[in-house]
């Protein structure tokens, strides 16, 4: 089977980035050559503090361990103090996956990841250059509910001035951080209670508490293609993502979406169960008019690119 969308698939995702109504959402994959995996900072952090368990490549796990073992900010700071030994991508390369992203030119990026990749490669543009880059943080726990947010002020992100929204927190603010096991049932309770209710305007929640999600993003849910970049099957940040997305998803069934998806590991799945595998996935995620480019992140971002700059030569 094949890893490649068909090109109606292509044709509808060329023609929604034109139009400014595509949303990415990048994972662990996106900053794979710049960054640890999380499964190799698992098992570091596995032996260096005796993990008792044998599922030593789980992160959300180990770090629950460290959590109880220390508190709970413990495996927070490890994490970013870890990171801040590793260098950014280099923006200039014309196959760096952020790179390709930040020129499409679109006012609304979404993230999982801790990094601030995506926030450094829009800003880096030398042609077309951004005006202003904002940060955001979802606000799902005490702490992060108390952080200020420029949607509170009614802005309106543009290609010129774009939010890179990191649903997961990032390595600035520890707090925001959904790094634990207990952060992810956290945060999937504060995403399930607010999808759970009835769409409602923007004003009735004027002088309410924040809401993870600023309606101003909510709208973009309802309003655009989205597209998942850098997941594999077994990331718990998909799955929480995905799970918690799927109200969000159905309400705009009239848009197509794509995900870039791999596949287990070969240790994980045999050769001959792959096929079934992808199959049956297909028609999970089409349920959702979800289509799935098998495949890693710098594979599609290649094909996208090249597809990118044809769409536009023939405008």
Request: contains cysteine; glycine residues 4%; charged residues 25%.
């Amino acid at each position: 089977m094949s890893n490649t969308l068909d090109e109606r698939d292509w044709t509808l995702l060329l023609h929604r980035i034109k139009q400014g109504r595509c949303m990415p959402f990048l994972g662990a994959g996106a900053a794979y050559n710049a960054l640890p995996l999380g499964t190799d900072i698992a098992q570091e952090w596995a032996k260096k503090y005796e993990y008792p368990m044998t599922d030593t490549w789980n992160l959300p796990k180990v770090a629950q361990f460290m959590a109880v073992h220390f508190d709970s900010m413990f495996p927070k700071e490890a994490l970013t103090e870890s990171f801040l030994h590793y260098p950014s991508p280099d923006f200039n390369n014309p196959n760096e996956p952020h790179a390709i992203l930040a020129g499409l030119e679109l006012p609304l990026y979404m993230t999982t990841n801790y990094d601030s990749f995506m926030t450094e490669a829009l800003r880096s543009r030398s042609k077309n250059p951004v005006t202003h880059v904002v940060q955001e943080i979802a606000r799902w726990n005490k702490d992060t509910k108390k952080i200020s947010s420029c949607f509170d002020t009614g802005f309106n992100p543009s290609s010129q001035e774009p939010v890179v929204f990191h649903l997961h927190g990032q390595l600035g603010t520890p707090k925001s951080m959904v790094l634990t096991e207990d952060d992810y049932l956290d945060f999937l309770v504060c995403m399930s209670s607010e999808t759970s209710v009835t769409t409602k305007t923007s004003s009735s929640f004027e002088n309410a508490e924040p809401r993870l999600l600023p309606p101003r993003v909510e709208e973009a849910f309802a309003d655009s293609t989205l597209l998942f970049l850098g997941y594999g099957l077994a990331d718990w940040d998909f799955r929480v993502l995905f799970r918690g997305l799927v109200e969000y998803l159905e309400r705009s069934s009239s848009r197509s979406h794509v995900s870039v998806q791999l596949l287990p590991v070969d240790n994980e799945i045999s050769k001959g169960q792959k096929e079934s595998v992808q199959r049956y996935f297909d028609e999970y995620y089409g349920r959702l008019q979800i289509s799935v480019f098998w495949g890693t992140c710098d594979e599609f971002v290649g094909e996208l690119k090249q597809r990118w700059d044809d769409y536009n030569a023939r405008q």
